[in-house]
């Protein structure tokens, strides 16, 4: 099954993660106007930075288009993407800066795990990320550093504190790629059930 999967574009380090996804061979593209919402499955928000970001999304209209996407469809924060999943669709806390400054930012050995996986290593990359302070009882910790969540899950909503499109390793883009392959089967399978139920 094909998905595409659009990368918010208003701010920030979009590119990378288009690139990412291309590696994967995932239909991609760059999603400026609130209209571009519609021809996508999936949704990736970028790092940078989160109030520009925000002033963005209210200068351009997208903040409604957004909330109803998020209620619907699968989306994957990084960074400051995070930070406004946790204003959204993401029960956590987060601090913006909470590792501190610019100064602190760093490279780091991860433990990520994800369902029916083993445990793995993932090479972090850290910059100015938002501190996760608590998880909703829905949250799934899938990725930790000295035993803080890291990367998260909630239901089709996917979120890291760091930066995976900067890295050569695909493990996280992947995973999502599979969240948003199973909620178009899901979405598939209830068009069906409901056609039988009124046929
Ligand atoms: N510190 C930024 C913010 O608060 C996030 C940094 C990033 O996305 N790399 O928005």
Do not use: W
Request: charged share 25%; glycine share 8%.
């Amino acid at each position: 099954m094909k998905c595409v999967i659009g990368v918010l574009a208003l701010q920030g380090g979009f590119t990378k993660h288009i690139e990412m996804l291309q590696r994967l061979g995932v239909a991609t593209f760059e999603v400026r106007q609130p209209q571009d919402l519609e021809r996508c499955d999936a949704l990736v928000i970028p790092g940078g930075e989160s109030t520009t970001i925000q002033k963005q999304i209210t200068f351009t209209d997208f903040e409604e288009p957004l909330k109803e996407f998020m209620a619907a469809k699968p989306v994957f924060g990084t960074c400051a993407g995070l930070i406004l999943m946790a204003q959204n669709c993401l029960d956590i806390t987060v601090k913006r800066n909470g590792y501190g400054r610019q100064i602190e930012s760093c490279r780091c050995s991860l433990d990520i795990k994800f369902p029916s996986r083993r445990k793995r290593k993932y090479p972090g990359i850290f910059i100015r990320a938002p501190r996760i302070q608590s998880v909703g009882e829905d949250v799934n910790v899938l990725g930790e550093m000295n035993g803080e969540p890291v990367l998260v899950q909630q239901g089709c909503f996917l979120g890291a504190t760091f930066h995976p499109e900067l890295t050569d390793d695909s493990g996280i883009h992947e995973y999502f790629c599979k969240i948003v392959l199973k909620n178009l089967t899901a979405k598939k399978q209830r068009h069906k059930d409901a056609k039988k139920e009124f046929a």
